[in-house]
């Protein structure tokens, strides 16, 4: 029965999911998403936390496309950090620990108010096709509805599979149903499916915690913040005093790793039920402790899930333990000791399509109009599900408008890192994003996503003319004060000598902006233009030596590698880079770059060590 015509529809209503059906919306394609449950749009699956090494820049790159994550954290967020501020700027990236109920509500809300978007309960079942190319789709209830684009963002739902112990059920989230249907349709069309595997800890209650021996772990005064448009609007800085919750760390101990060990054939990995591969960057406990037996200990954070819930998540201990072995678990660790289990830990197993299916757009190679995005691409993450959904709307969008797509290139997004990784190389396990991934990690920081992608969002109609103007007249400050800084000049006491700088000179070294105030010169008021051209100039030399580098990656082709190379003895590479090294064996630094999960600070090592780097 045919009760509806539609440009885009989404399938799910995860982060993936709602960033696409924004944006579609928001573009003025007329869009549908259907959800499994309309109370759980924007559900926190595991962590309630945005953001972390590399992900707050995606979050910010989402914001400044016109996405609304970065709003969502920043009404929404408990605690709020910077992390990696011992490194270099370059590096920084935001967190925020999440109210989840009320990120949650928020996002239904934004979702419910959204102009051009309806939501529809009910389960999509089929893909309608004519000539390889989108017409319509199916629902569970017998529905029928024509469209011009789907975005399908299922995240771990496709044939979900729940874990504890020896306990097992179909679930795309515990106690939530799978989505079946879609499976059969890719089988028909030739797509090749892969079974992947995550898991999330336990819940525990707050009360029965003791609090007297663990450590606190408070957030940053002033806090960062996501969105360049939450107030203060023009700046990535809350103002300080903001109210946020405290979290906490503790430890697993030798008896935790006792307990693990006596029971490790009990769990679902290592007792053969789950055939799917994990998260390498966030593994169960068991991982942890069989992996890295050497480790007596290893790091807990107990993390709140809201203003006004007692539930806790300790952050680090997934496991997919029989519930009984997880109390004796939980309650070997120094605070938890009398523990309460509010909801138990779980392993959830899903299919996933390759993403070497898909062209840089994430529009599929086979059918035209079908668009994936999320863990269906075999990523890991709320922040990565997020960058590629909001990619995959605009161009589902673009696709039912009539209108040419977009892609986003590697140096100008990490979002297009991620896409351009994952439909180059393919995934061998879930896909997370790290700042080593990127080979312009000196261009791509979190404190330039809005000077790099406005223009793009603006284009895209996702950002407002008055947006768009804001940022404009902030670029054009920072060019100026640039200029000027590049141009005058100072006399500085080197010693017992006296000798003319440029500015930009003494900003690459140790002097800040508040150094040359106090030898005389004016200093931006603007607090974010103030940030950046300090950041801009000290940066510079080291991003014209990037740039320098990246020229000189092309040429990898010619620089040999040792049939016989011994990796152990090249200095900073990771356990996975030495792995993979050993395993291939690649001939030269070129053929090294291409082999999944090599990141550019392998190529680095590598020349290095070869005595290239110059």
Known sequence: MLVDSFDVAVIGGG????????????MGAKTVMFVLNADTIGQMSCNPAIGGIAKGIVVREIDALGGEMGRAIDHTGIQFKMLNTRKGKAVWSPRAQADKKLYREYMKKVCENQENLHIKQDEVVDILLEDSRVVGLKTKLG??????????????????????????????????????????FYKR????????????????????????????????????????????????????????????????TPKTHEIIRKNLHRTALYGG??????????????????????????????EPEGWDTIEI???????????????ELYRSLPGLERVELIRPAYAIEYDMVPPTELFPTLETKRIRGLFHAGNLNGTTGYEEAAGQGILAGVNAALRALGKEPIYLRRDESYIGIMVDDLVTKGVMEPYRLFTSRSEYRLRLRQDNAILRLSRLGYELGLLSEEQYRLVKELQREIEEWISFYKTQRVWVAVGSDVKPYVPSQLLTGDYTLDSLKSLGFDIPEHPYVREEVEIQLKY??????????????????????????????????????????????????????????????????????LGKLD
Request: net charge neutral; charged share 25%.
């Open 143 to 184: 529905l029928e509805y024509r469209v011009r684009a789907v975005v399908v963002a299922t995240g771990t739902f496709l044939n979900g599979t729940i874990y504890i112990g020896d306990k097992t059920f179909p679930a795309g989230r515990a106690w939530e149903p799978p989505s079946t249907g879609l499976a059969d």
């Open 273 to 302: 039920l789950i055939k799917g591969i994990g998260p390498r960057y966030c593994p169960s406990i068991e991982d942890k402790v069989v992996r890295f037996a050497d480790k007596d200990r290893h790091t807990v954070f107990l």
């Open 189 to 252: 069309h030739g797509f090749p499916l892969l079974r992947f595997k995550t898991g999330t800890p336990a819940r525990l209650d707050r009360r029965t915690i003791d609090f007297s021996f663990l450590e606190p772990a408070p957030g940053d005064d002033p806090p960062p913040k996501f969105s360049f448009w939450t107030e203060p609007i023009g700046t990535y800085w809350f103002e300080k005093g903001k109210k946020q919750a405290l979290c906490w760390i503790t430890y697993t």
């Open 540 to 609: 510079e030399p080291y991003v014209e030596r990037e740039d320098k580098l990246n020229e000189r990656l092309k040429k990898l082709e010619n620089i040999s590698l040792p049939e016989d190379m011994n990796y152990d003895k090249v200095p900073g590479l990771t356990n996975e880079a030495r792995e993979k090294l050993k395993r291939f064996r690649p001939l030269t630094v070129g053929q090294a770059s291409r082999i999944d999960g090599i990141t550019p600070a392998t190529i680095t090592a590598l020349l290095a060590y």
């Open 15 to 26: 982060h993936a999911g709602v960033e696409a059906a924004l944006a579609s919306a928001r």
């Open 313 to 327: 998540y300790p952050n680090g201990l997934s496991t997919s333990l029989p519930e009984e072995a997880q109390w």
